[in-house]
């Protein structure tokens, strides 16, 4: 158990929906990050957030986006969704910048129907 | 931009045939390179960070090492509780300090 908890564990929904995915860092952890993994694609950054800060942003389409809370948990919400958007969706935290050592969570699948 | 290049895609051994799993890799400047284990459904795993070339990290069968283009995760009399999909991380000195991984390799070793 990586301590860094995400839910849900598996959604299905439909085209042109919009999902929120919730994270909660390990505790004490100030930094959040989101990643996609899908088959052909690998694991994808996507965004990072740190004691609620944006601090980096990877290749994150603009139908998505992501917020830090004062509590420190994050979340990713995903609007208009496409087929292409079925996937895994990682969050993983790290206590501090720069950090290779990342604790992820078990992973939202996302189907899209 | 970062890369990382893993091979192969995927490999079988039987359980105690000892076999190497690479990652190349090209980065404008190493911070640390970082090996990790995947299982079906789970997330990533942490298992190594290597620095500097030369540098040799060990945890029971695996050992890794690191050369200034790629390293190796050397799976040494493997067992079946060993299969999983193993990534390559590499992390650039300066600017976001974001990982970036590799595809992995998948990794099934056979009773």
């Known amino acids: 158990d990586s301590g860094v908890t995400q839910t849900p564990k598996h959604l299905i929904t439909a085209t042109g929906q919009r999902v929120t995915l919730r994270c909660s860092p390990r505790s004490g952890d100030l930094s959040v990050y989101w990643y996609q993994q899908s088959l052909d694609q690998g694991l994808q950054f996507l965004i990072q957030y740190y004691n609620g800060e944006e601090r980096a942003k990877g290749n994150i389409l603009e139908r998505f986006s992501a917020q830090q809370f004062p509590d420190l948990h994050s979340e990713l919400n995903l609007s208009s969704l496409e087929l292409g958007d079925s996937a895994l969706y990682f969050c993983?935290?790290?206590?501090?910048?720069?950090?290779?050592?990342?604790?992820f969570g078990e992973g939202s699948r996302l189907t899209v129907l | 931009e970062d890369q990382v290049t893993q091979s192969p895609e995927a490999l079988r051994l039987q359980e105690g045939e000892s076999s190497s799993l690479n990652c190349s890799y090209t980065v404008s400047g190493l911070r640390g390179l970082f090996w990790y284990r995947q299982d079906p459904g789970k997330g990533p795993e942490f298992l190594f960070t290597l620095y500097s070339a030369g540098e040799e990290k060990e945890k029971e069968r695996l050992k890794a090492t690191l050369t200034k283009k790629e390293s190796f995760l050397h799976i040494t009399a493997p067992k079946p509780e060993d299969s999983a999909t193993y990534l390559c991380a590499v992390q650039a000195r300066g600017g976001s300090y974001i990982p970036t991984f590799g595809r992995g390799t998948s990794l099934i070793v056979h009773p």
């Open positions: 993983a935290s790290a206590p501090a910048i720069p950090s290779g050592e990342l604790f």
